[in-house]
């Protein structure tokens, strides 16, 4: 990776430092030279670190067999607990070993784009950078490096999502544009003919599962295309959530996670179907529209499905679209119902 130098010059009351890539010192009180901050070894190692390799079916880590090793061996540049949340939130363990959660990785620090840092204190920095991607948009990331018991390591990161410029359509806009293509797509679901799916899918974000009405962008299964070729014939269980009421883990195979958390009742039956328009409002947050800014949301509704249950058993399918190169495509499935 390209290191791009920056320089950072302080006010005369705070001690200076240059951060450059070839080589230079950070004075600390005490004349006690502290070495500059490695960047570009601490995010090689990270990212190396988060994306294993792993079998190509089962996604089973090679490397490791358990988080608690991962941990340890990730603690050499980070702070222990950051490896432990990371281990958590993208490793899960099973009997036979230690497996890659199909989800997007972290924020990285891109060293050849512009960022800025500064002194927090004596023994720590901050690095803040403001990039894009095609999945969140324009986001703020902020490293902070801490030197600890001889060494830099990476002691916390946080990021912050920059709202994009909406350009909302309207359900009577968003249903003349969609109406014949969300026909299709919901066909082939119901079909299970994840394969043709392909066809709809978006070729750059895929498509993301939520099985509750809040899209959680940190813990939620991303499915490319390519991984629907196996929808219904992999082994494979993914961490699809939290199960409401309970915050079990929702471990499934993606087959199971459909029955459950897709195609639970006929959507193509539906008794009312909105384009850009909320039909329900439970007690989750839904923050799809927000989360897809610019896109189009079609809702399949039952308002309930037994009597005897007084609505308390409704249901909802939700389909999100974004425009890609003129065409619109799938990059949402979201199932809704009633919570605690």
């Excluded at 190692?45 to 941990?71: H, P, T």
């Excluded at 009405?213 to 813990?219: G, R």
């Excluded at 058993?313 to 499935?333: H, M």
């Amino acid at each position: 990776m390209k290191y791009c130098k920056h320089m950072l010059i302080l006010t005369t009351i705070l001690l200076s430092f240059a951060l450059a890539g070839c080589g230079g010192k950070m004075i600390a009180s005490g004349n006690n030279e502290i070495p500059e901050v490695p960047l570009e070894e601490l995010t090689n190692k990270y990212e190396k670190g988060i994306y294993q390799e792993v079998e190509e079916d089962s996604r089973r880590v090679i490397n490791f067999a358990d988080k608690a090793q991962w941990v340890r061996h990730m603690s050499e540049i980070m702070d222990g607990d950051l490896a432990q949340s990371y281990a958590d939130e993208f490793f899960y363990e099973k009997e036979d070993g230690l497996y890659l959660l199909s989800r997007g990785g972290p924020f990285m620090l891109i060293l050849d784009q512009p960022y800025e840092l500064k002194k927090i204190d004596e023994t720590k920095v901050q690095v803040t950078q403001i990039s894009e991607n095609v999945m969140t948009g324009k986001y703020e990331l902020t490293v902070t490096y801490e030197y600890r018991d001889g060494r830099w390591i990476i002691q916390n990161q946080e990021f912050n999502i920059i709202e994009k410029e909406k350009v909302s359509y309207t359900p009577e806009e968003a249903e003349e544009i969609i109406s014949d293509r969300v026909e299709k797509v919901l066909n082939l679901i119901a079909g299970r003919d994840m394969k043709a799916l392909i066809e709809y899918v978006h070729p750059v974000k895929g498509v993301r599962f939520s099985p509750y009405s809040y899209v959680d962008l940190e813990n939620s299964v991303v499915f490319m295309p390519s991984d629907f070729e196996e929808f219904f014939s992999s082994s494979t269980e993914y961490n699809w959530g939290s199960y409401d009421g309970t915050g079990e883990p929702i471990t499934l195979t993606p087959a199971a996670y459909y029955d459950i958390f897709i195609y639970d009742q006929d959507f193509r039956n539906a008794e009312r179907i909105s384009y850009n328009k909320q039909l329900f409002q439970g007690n989750m947050i839904n923050n799809a529209p927000d989360v897809y800014p610019g896109s189009i949301i079609v809702e399949y509704h039952f308002t309930g499905i037994d009597p005897k249950y007084e609505g308390m058993d409704w249901r909802s399918l939700r389909l999100v679209f974004e425009e890609f190169e003129g065409e619109w495509l799938l990059v949402g499935i979201i199932h809704d119902q009633w919570t605690i």
